[in-house]
Structure formats: C-alpha cells, structure tokens
C-alpha cells in the first residue's frame, strides 16, 4: 500500500513537474450545448488550431507545447458557466481563457472567475457594448467588436447618406438595446435625429400598433435593431403595408438571404452593415478546418483562432506562460509597428519576437484592438439591389 | 388645420386595423362564447384549436400551390377553408367524443372542464408544434392590397397614406357575413332556437324533448368552424405562428366577457371594444393632432397613452374592470 502511494505521489510529481516545464495549458471556455451549439465546435477549432500550429513550430517558449483544455460556458448560464471556468483555473490549471462566447456569460465569468484569480480572458464573440466599460484588472481582451462600434459605423453611414432623422426600433434583449442606445448615441454626436426608440418583443404576430407609433413620430428611414426571422421582420412587413417607411436601416442581425425572400422588392434601396472584412487571410484558416473535416466558414471562426492566437504570442512576448506577465503584451502583439503576422505564420511571428523583434498581429479577422482592448472591427456596408445584398464598401 | 390628413392617418392606424382585429377577436370569441353558453365552462383551448384550423388552411394552400390552382387577385386559401373548417371540426368533435363526453356523463363539476380545457389546449398546442413546427410560415398570396398607401397617395394628393389590405378586407367581410348567418340561425331556425332553449334551461329543454347530446355537438359544430375561420383570417392578415394564437386567448376572453359571457351580441361588441381600446390606447397620437392644430401649437411628444409594450395589459384591465364592477358583461350574460 505504502509502496503504491509512493508511487503515486511520484508520477503526480513528475507529471505536474513536466506541464510547469514544456506544456501551456489555455482554456476554451465556449457553449458547447445551448442556443449556440451549432456554432461553437468550429469555435473550437479554431482555438486549437492555434495552439497546434504554435506547438508544432517549435519556437513556442523553447520548445513548449500548448495543450486545450474545453469547458462548456452553455452561453446563457451563469452559473454554470462559472463553474466551468473555476475548474479550467483552479484544476486544470490553465493560464489564459479563449472564452467565453455570449456576453451575458462573458461578465460573469469575468467578474467571478477571471479577475479573482488574474487569468487573462479573450473572447470571439462577446460582443455587447457593456463589457467595454466593465472593471477588468487589464484582463479582458475580446477579438469581436463592441456593438457600439457599430453604432458608430451605422450612424456615419446613414450620414454620408444624407439621411438625418430616423425613427429606431429595437428587439428587447441585451443585443438589441445595447446596439440601439450606441447607436442613437452616435447618431445624436454627429447631429442626426432619432424620432423615437421604441422596443419591440419577438415573436408576437402583430406589429402594426409599433409601427403605428414608430410612423407617428416619423423620419428618413427606420433603423430596425432586431433578429431576421423574429421580430425585425414583422416590424418591416408591418410598416411597408401601413406606409409608414420606405427606407431601412438594417444591422447584422437583419442581414440574410432570407429577410429578401420574404419582403421582396419592397426592401431595395434599403441599406445596412455587418461584421466583414476584405482581407483573404481568412481562407487560409477555411482551407485548414476543411482538412480536419470542419466547416471553417461558420460565424466566430476567425475570431478564436485569433484569440487563442494572441495569447500564445503574448506569452511569447512576456517570455511568461503567468498572466500577470503577459496581459499586458497583447496590445502590443496585435497592433503595429511590427512585422504583419497572417494566419498559418504563428511560428514565424514566435520566431521574431523570441529574438527580441516585433510583430503586427494581423489574423484571420483582421486584429486591430482599441479601446479597452476590443477588436476595432471592420464593418461591411451592404445595399438591396436587385434582390440581393451588395458590397459597397469597408468601414 | 388639415382634417383630411388627420382623418387618413387615423384611419390608416386606428380605424382599418381595429376593424379587421376587431373581427378577428369578434369571430374567437363567438366560439368562446357559445361552448360556455351550452356547453357552462370556459374553453381553454380555443387559442390552440385555431392555431390548427389555421394549420391546416396553411397546408391546403400549400396543396393547391404545389397543383398550380389559385383565385387571382384573392388568396388561395380561400379555397383550402372549407377543407380547414371540416378538419377543425373533426377535431373538436374528436376531442368531444374522448374526452369532453366522459366527464359529461360523470356529471363532474364545471371546474373540472375548465382544467380538462387547459389539457386539451396542452395537447393541441404541442400537436400543432409537432406537425408543422414552431416556426412562422407565410401562405398569403394574390394581390396584397386593395388600396396601397401609395397609390392613396397619388390618388387623392394628401400627405397620408390609407392602405387597406385584401386580407382585412376579407376578414371584415367574412366576420360580417358570418355573423349575420349565425344570428339568423339562432333566432330563426327551429335548431337555433331548441340550442338557445337548451342553453337557457337544461333541464326544462331535455322535458320538451330536445336531445342533449344533438344540442352539444352541434354547438362544437359551429365553434369548431368559427373557431377555423378566425384561426385562418387571423395567420392569413397577420402571420401563421402556433404560439401567437395562445397570446390570442386574453384578448378573445376579455372580448368575451366584456360582452357578457354566453351573449353572442356581447361577443361581437366585445371583440370591437377590446380591439379599438388595444389599439387607440397604444397609438401615438402626435401626428393627427399635428395635422388638426395650427403649426405653433405643435406636439412636440408622441401624444400616446400607454406604450405598445402594455398592448395585451389593455385587455387584462379591461377583464378585470368588468368582472370587478359588472361581472355579467356590457351585454347581461351570464356571471364568469
């Protein structure tokens, strides 16, 4: 007995011994079940990918590996999504958090877990505008933009359009309000008008009685703040049959094929933006997933791969797998100057910067942190032309 | 002063949608109103048995799409509601038959149907859902508008537009024309009047001789094809989606009892009140009241009463007023 404790406690040694030596561990904190468990196994993969490309190159901190430890954040419960992320820290021992996805879980774990125990966290996908200003120690990073950058970019659209009062409905969920409040805060700044911002609930059969207030109080055009095949679409329906508006401004969560199919021809000339980039370095990322049997061109890809990125190369830089060391190198990893890092040249890039030198981390999804240290995010401005979305252009 | 634009634009958002909302709640709570009026007890699952009357409609229409048929200018469906209605009734009479009827012959009290309705409604909730999902489908077609706020527009030169959809035109039509059937049966034939007897005095109508069980699935009969044509016009004007039909149940019982339970006058007139107080007391007045007053008096605030958030807490007062302050409705029904 005495012999096997022995034995026991010495493989225990030797095998925490060895991680504190030559394995990283990071953590992927991501809603592997819940509303967004379709999109999250690729969510993943692209965490992993990361880690296996800096392992693989072998310039990794002198030869260390990095090791992905999962752990289901569910998206929308807290709780369980704290608990998640206190066994990543305290047993699996992880020092960074790709994670988590939905910005509701995203605080708590934040506030619970990441700045008690001080581990850096970068999220893919949080994405609302209250995280920017959250207390976080330097911790928090997030490779999503804040919904009030879009705000910003949706009021300079509507600017250079010309169009200066607008009336703004918005679904009644945290996206939906965080989205309309930076937006009419933006808007207000560059001296547009909003009429009215009015919610609407999803799933209700009848929006005419909103509509009835939105046309009431008027403007150009109406900024409709809501989910494609919920609410946002009655709204649209409701107004073009009352006549209420003609023109509307739709943000990504209004933007698919699908919103065309079932208004028609009443929706050209309407006009929004979405999350998009012009960059190519993101088909060197779908082409990979596709190797390992994965469709790399689902929403967030990037986005993890990026993160899982940036904290392998800001441990890198800090020469420290300790968050402490490293929380403070990331912006620097991912803005210039320095040498521009795209995706699939993660062991080029810990090849400069383990000989002192200095890289632009530029990723799949075009990195450029600001603020807080939230993606600057480069927005895609679509028209309706013809029955179908068309480019316009980059913000 | 510009009365002719105020009266568009309130025409536009108050008078035609109330009109056509109005008949929607009118037609359910027929349906509410005669089961409780033969039958005693409140329906729980109408709601629900429109949400399948309107379900099948959905795929009649997809039936005829898919063979090509339609009606032109008027909607398909049209011709997949008399298929509708005989499935809704089947339903009804099926529900009537296993379990309705059981607690009939035990003599079970009111309460207990009351609570067997909410499990019907249970059932046929989650039957819908199963059959054709939980999602929205669209099945209207044909020409959308009578008069598009467009071509109002250009038609008469105001600033106002007045649309008026084929759809609520059609409901407002159907509503009427279904109604005036139902009072002529009621009052005029010798079946209407031996249900009013029934329903009036049970025990005195089965000593005349009236057959209790005849009187029962007749009144299913006609509520079950009520009940389908409200669940048609309402996905037909609106949206076909399972759970909005459940949202329905308030406003169809504060129509209902407003009226006076067991009163289809009261019905009627219950269903227009609830729909018109819904709707004028979440509109925003501002630019009606813009277009009657001069320039300088000018509302600078939306002019609304209640935000369009509290639309179905506009009902609930209006129930809740009404049992508290003259339980037996506007129209003298019997006590809920």
Redesign the interface.
């Known amino acids: 007995m005495k012999r096997i404790v022995t034995a026991f406690a010495a493989l225990f040694g030797l095998a925490t011994g060895a991680q504190a030596q030559d394995e990283v561990k990071l953590g992927v904190l991501l809603g592997f079940t819940g509303p967004i468990e379709s999109l999250t196994p690729q969510m993943a993969w692209g965490a992993e990918y990361a880690a296996r490309e800096a392992t693989e190159s072998g310039a990794f901190m002198g030869g260390s590996s990095v090791a992905v430890v999962r752990g289901d954040s569910t998206c929308i419960d807290s709780a369980v999504a704290t608990a998640a992320a206190e066994r990543l820290v305290t047993s699996d021992k992880v020092s960074g958090i790709v994670g988590a996805d939905c910005s509701g879980v995203t605080g708590a774990v934040l506030q619970n877990v990441a700045r008690p125990n001080g581990i850096v966290m970068i999220s893919p996908s949080a994405t609302s505008p209250a995280l920017s200003t959250a207390e976080d120690d330097g911790l928090f990073f997030r490779t999503a933009p804040s919904d009030a950058r879009q705000g910003q970019v949706m009021s300079s659209i509507l600017m250079d359009r010309g169009v200066e009062t607008v009336a703004l409905t918005y679904t ?1 969920n945290d996206y939906g309000k965080g989205l309309a409040d930076s937006f009419a805060a933006a808007f207000a700044e560059d001296g547009g008008t909003v009429t ?1 911002s ?4 999803d ?4 929006y ?6 939105l ?4 403007g150009d055009a109406l900024v409709v703040a809501g989910y494609i ?1 919920q609410g946002g679409l ?1 709204v649209i ?1 409701a107004s073009l ?4 508006f003609e023109t509307f401004v739709l943000p990504d969560g209004m933007i698919g094929p699908s919103i065309i199919e ?1 208004i028609g021809g009443d929706l050209e000339g309407s006009f929004g933006q979405m999350p998009g980039s012009d960059s190519m370095a993101g088909m060197v990322l779908v082409d990979a997933a596709a190797a390992d049997g994965i469709d790399g061109t689902t929403i967030y890809v990037a986005e993890s791969y990026d993160a899982a990125a940036l904290i392998i190369l800001a441990m890198q830089a800090a020469g420290s797998h300790m968050s402490e060391d490293y929380k403070s190198k990331i912006f620097d990893v991912a803005n210039a100057p320095g040498e521009p890092i795209l995706p699939g040249e993660l062991g080029k890039a810990l090849e400069i910067l383990a000989a002192g030198g200095e890289v632009d981390y530029v990723g799949a999804s075009d990195v450029e942190l600001i603020g807080s240290g939230e993606a600057a995010g480069k927005f895609q401005e679509v028209e309706v032309a013809n029955g179908e979305f068309v480019t316009i252009g980059y913000r | 002063m510009d009365f002719l634009n105020a009266a568009a ?1 309130f025409a ?3 008078l035609v ?1 109330g009109f056509s ?1 109005g008949s929607q709640l009118a037609l359910g709570a027929l349906g509410v109103t005669l089961v409780y009026a033969v039958l005693r007890f409140a329906n729980f699952a109408h709601g629900d048995t429109m949400a399948f009357g309107g379900m099948t409609a959905v795929f009649g229409t997809w039936w005829l799409q898919s063979r090509g048929i339609d009606l032109g200018p008027l909607p398909t469906t049209l011709i997949a509601l008399p298929f509708s209605i005989v499935a809704t009734i089947g339903l009804v009479l099926l529900v009537d038959r296993l379990i309705y009827r059981h607690y009939r012959r035990v003599k079970a009290p009111l309460v207990t149907f009351v609570i067997v309705s909410f499990g019907v409604m249970l059932v046929v909730n989650g039957l819908v859902r199963l059959i054709i999902g939980p ?2 489908q ?1 099945f209207a077609d044909g020409e ?1 508008f009578i008069v ?3 071509e ?2 250009s038609l008469t030169g105001l600033q106002e ?3 008026f ?1 084929t759809t609520q035109g059609i409901t407002i039509v159907a509503a009427v024309v279904l109604m005036a059937m139902l009072f002529w049966f009621l009052n005029r034939t010798r079946t209407g009047k031996s249900m009013r007897a029934y329903s009036d005095n049970e025990d005195l109508a089965l000593l005349s001789g009236i057959n209790p069980e005849k009187v029962v699935a007749l009144c299913w009969i006609i509520a079950g094809g009520l009940t389908a044509v409200a669940g048609v016009l ?1 996905g037909l004007d ?2 076909f ?1 399972p ?2 039909y459940f ?2 149940l308030l406003p169809i019982f504060a129509a209902a009892v407003v009226g006076g339970m067991g009163n289809p006058i009261g019905a009627v007139a219950g269903g227009y009140l609830v729909a018109f107080s ?2 004028g007391i ?7 009241v813009n277009h009657l007053l001069p320039q300088a008096w000018e509302a600078q605030g ?3 009463l209640l ?3 509290y ?1 179905f807490a506009v009902s609930f007062v209006m129930l809740v007023i009404v049992l508290l302050l003259r339980p037996t409705g506007l129209f003298r029904g019997r006590a809920f």
């Open positions: 009644n009215v009015l919610s609407h609930e799933g209700k059969g009848d005419s009685a909103e509509v009835g207030a046309a009431s109080a008027g095949d009655g329906q049959d009352a006549g209420a079932n | 634009a536009n958002f108050v949608p909302y999602d929205q669209r959308r598009s706020a467009r109002f527009k537009g007045l649309a959809k309402y609106k949206i989606k759970f909005t949202q329905l819904e709707i979440t509109y925003a007045f501002k630019k009606v939306l002019l609304q935000s369009t958030e639309k």
